[in-house]
């Protein structure tokens, strides 16, 4: 059985979102280093992802959310 890969909620789109890794960071109560470190990794924790939605109001959305 074939199972497609959902695509995750990239750091990129939520730093072009905000337009820039500091703003990201100030936006959503995180540091910098933070942002930069789910740059590294390419992914943003779930938890983290479900409460960028709701900051965004939906403009980014958690897969299958």
Do not use: D, N
Request: aromatic content about 8%.
């Amino acid at each position: 059985c074939f199972m497609p890969r959902i695509r995750a909620m990239s750091p990129k789109e939520v730093i072009a979102h905000y337009g820039s890794q500091s703003k990201a960071a100030q936006a959503l109560g995180r540091t910098r280093a933070a942002v930069c470190y789910w740059l590294k990794r390419r992914r943003i924790p779930y938890p983290v992802q479900c409460m960028i939605q709701h900051k965004t109001k939906g403009v980014l959305k958690v897969p299958g959310g």
